[in-house]
């Protein structure tokens, strides 16, 4: 019931249900309380509605930020709540009526207040908002960058405004109480002069050397610093908040290569996810910022997805331009015919060399290069079920892309099954379930699947909890626990304070990497995920839809997957452990394996999952399993050979193509020079062209043009 209630009202708690139930009660009390002028039942109502209000929009909850969209926002129930007040002090029928007026004429300058304080946190923000945001630049040593404003000044500064109306409605409750009007005014000036100050106290903050430079010196000194730098290697990624993974998962990567490495950005939400990374991060939303930037050293372009901004780059024709995506697989966004538009596109394997051919989109064979996929390397060999633990399984369903085709994603059709079937199985299996990040936002019956299916892992985690036959360690649970609250402790201390806003010139300011922090970042979050594990029971089934658990730890942990056709089956086959694929789509399991190569070695689902008995009899006797030679050949064909190992095919193709650039640009050099010198026919002439009298170059055909 209480699970249901959650999910109509979208918040993610039943403290944020009781929070929400209680600010929507709290209003109508307030009305009541001031018509039979009951002050105490008034003041009561009145601190519900402010701790609730408070708490449902620290959460950042659903039902606030819809409250917003109706007009009933958090400025207008505060005035809701004032207007309320004056009622109250009307029906109390107090001698000193010139209270009410001066109660009035308070809330009134509260809110004119609220003009210059907006006016003022606007021009702050947008002043000290940078042309391009940096990480593990030096921009420092080059360009004078301010302290950000005090923290508690602009950290939820419209809220802190509101609140600020306290000390006014305290000393009327107060008043109304004591019948003695003293209380009333002085809350009431307090209210006024903290405003009044808050306004004050912002004003410096918007001119002289409190602000950062001007555009066009930050972006001098970016230059300054890309010439002293010189990156060879970029990797350009542009997209929506959600897709913060699929540039993450190529940072490692970054890292490791031969060559200068440099990351482009083109939104600031991305930068605001991009994982900790020691490699130069350039944020520049604006194209004509980008396209002035001094980019003369780079000879290789990186693209982790085919998006409309990609043309800013792609623009520049002194480096070469490469499709390396997000993910190998079977799905038609691996073969879109825009990646034609790139020198060369990189795929893992054969597998995907061979797509390109099939799909006959205009790649052009010469143009594919087989590097395998270097982020696999975290993925462990399956070395069987571990003596003593249940069998886990991975459900990781893929999203319901931008159409509806039924073969995209399992979650409507086939998904519930398959949970049912899992959490059912005897012998019994632990599930783990994580769904893609983009599941429900194009889509709402993918959205209600995916609640479903919660509900059901939910369920059957509470069934598993009180069935005498599992049994929990709770020592070693304990100290797992407090492991990782110590782990989340020093991590919080490393990586900064959460919630709020970071000020963008700091952080630009302040973004060189200290190595030995970085380390240390990187250290502990594998034993927050080694401790994380541990902290639960192997027996129970999990909902991760964070970004943590990553996914391949998912997939160290588990011991057979169930998905969709997506890059996930790709890289899950690493693993060399049983997997299956639903065919959604009902093409039937011939034609399913004709048409998607990654399920090949796969069991094969129906939308009933009636298979999946094939899948677990393969987990739990792994020597009379028919599909593992199979799924080590198509491990091959896929992700390509063992030796060398792909980070070392990477930085050869980067490296070779990075040759091809040069030559380019000499003969380009080699053109501009000899035209220079007069050459009576200049070096870039086209064929068929022919040079007019006065150096110009006009069209012609062949010879019959000449003379």
């Known amino acids: 019931m209480i699970s249901t209630a959650i999910r109509v009202a979208r918040v993610g708690s039943a403290a944020e249900l009781a929070a929400a139930a209680l600010m929507a009660l ?230 490791r290569l031969d060559t200068r490495p440099l990351i482009i950005l083109r939104e600031r939400v991305i930068l605001k996810k991009l994982a900790p990374t020691t490699v130069p991060v350039i944020c520049v939303p604006g194209g004509v910022h980008l396209m002035n930037m001094d980019l003369s050293t780079v000879r290789v372009a990186l693209y982790a997805a085919n998006v409309g901004k990609n043309i800013h780059m792609l623009r520049v024709p002194t480096m070469k331009h490469v499709f390396i995506g997000h993910g190998d697989s079977d799905k038609i966004a691996s073969v879109n015919p825009f990646s034609k538009v ?42 069987g079920v571990p003596e003593g633990r249940i069998p886990t399984v991975l459900y990781a369903p893929t999203w319901e892309g931008w159409d509806d085709n039924p073969g995209n994603t399992s979650l409507m059709l086939a998904g519930e099954n398959i949970v049912k079937k899992l959490v059912k199985a005897d012998p019994p299996v632990r599930v783990l379930y994580k769904p893609h990040p983009f599941t429900g936002t194009r889509s709402a019956r993918a959205k209600a699947a995916h609640h479903r299916i919660t509900a059901l892992i939910e369920k059957a985690a509470a069934e ?61 979050r594998a034993e927050w995920n080694a401790a994380y594990w541990r902290s639960q029971e192997s027996w129970q089934h999990r909902i991760i839809t964070g970004a943590e658990p990553r996914l391949y730890d998912c997939f160290n942990v588990s011991d057979a997957m169930v998905s969709d056709i997506s890059s996930v089956v790709s890289d899950f086959i690493a693993s060399g452990k049983p997997y299956a694929v639903t065919d959604s789509a009902g093409l039937g399991a011939e034609k399913f394996k004709q048409n998607n190569t990654a399920v090949r070695a796969a069991v094969i689902l129906s939308n009933s999952a009636d298979e999946l008995d094939e899948l677990l009899a393969a987990v739990r006797d792994p020597a009379a399993d028919p599909l593992a030679e199979e799924r080590e050949k198509l491990r091959q064909y896929l992700l390509g050979p063992d030796e060398p190992k792909s980070i070392d095919r990477f930085n050869k193709a980067i490296a070779d193509l990075a040759l091809k650039a040069e030559t380019r640009n000499l003969g380009q050099a080699t053109r501009a020079a000899a035209e220079a010198m007069g050459s009576a026919t200049p070096a870039n002439a086209l064929p068929g062209q022919r040079t007019a009298s006065d150096g110009r170059t006009v069209a012609g055909t062949g010879g019959a043009a000449a003379g």
């Not at 959600?242 to 890292?255: F, G, H, I, K, P």
């Open 26 to 255: 709290g209003f109508p009390c307030l009305m009541v309380a001031a018509l039979v002028s009951n002050v105490y039942g008034f003041a009561a109502a009145a601190a519900v509605t402010y701790l609730a209000d408070h708490y449902l929009d620290r959460k950042g909850s659903y039902l606030i930020r819809q409250l917003d969209k109706i007009r009933v926002g958090l400025s207008t129930r505060f005035l809701v709540r004032q207007l309320l007040l004056v009622l109250l002090i009307a029906r109390l029928g107090l001698d000193d009526t010139l209270l009410l007026y001066v109660t009035t004429a308070c809330f009134v300058a509260l809110y004119g207040l609220q003009v210059p304080h907006s006016v003022l946190t606007t021009l702050i923000g947008n002043r000290r908002r940078m042309p391009v945001a940096t990480r593990n630049i030096d921009l420092a040593s080059r360009i004078r960058i301010p302290d950000a404003p005090p923290r508690g000044l602009l950290n939820r500064s419209a809220e802190k405004m509101l609140h600020l109306d306290l000390p006014a409605v305290a000393g009327v409750l107060v008043t109304g109480a004591v019948r003695n009007s003293l209380f009333a005014y002085a809350g009431i000036a307090v209210s006024l002069v903290l405003s009044l100050f808050y306004v004050l106290a912002l004003t410096p903050y918007v001119r002289g050397r409190r602000i950062p430079p001007k555009a066009e010196k930050v972006l001098a000194a970016l230059d300054d610093w890309l010439r002293e730098y010189r990156p060879e290697t970029v990797l350009y990624f542009s997209g929506s908040k959600d897709s913060a993974y699929q540039v993450n998962m190529w940072l490692d990567t970054m890292e």
């Open 342 to 383: 790139y020198d060369e596109v990189w795929t893992a394997g054969r597998a995907g060399r061979d797509r390109y051919a099939i799909a006959d989109v205009g790649v052009r064979d010469e143009d594919i290069v087989e590097v395998g996929r270097p982020q696999l390397a975290p993925i462990q060999s399956w070395q």
């Open 464 to 524: 598993r909890a009180a069935d005498p036959r599992f049994t929990t360690d709770t020592a070693a649970q304990a100290k797992a626990k407090a492991e990782l609250s110590r782990i989340e402790a020093r991590l919080a201390e490393l990586t900064g304070p959460a919630g709020g806003e970071a000020d963008e010139a700091e952080a630009t300011r302040d973004s060189l990497v200290d190595m030995a922090r970085h380390e240390e970042i990187a250290r502990l």
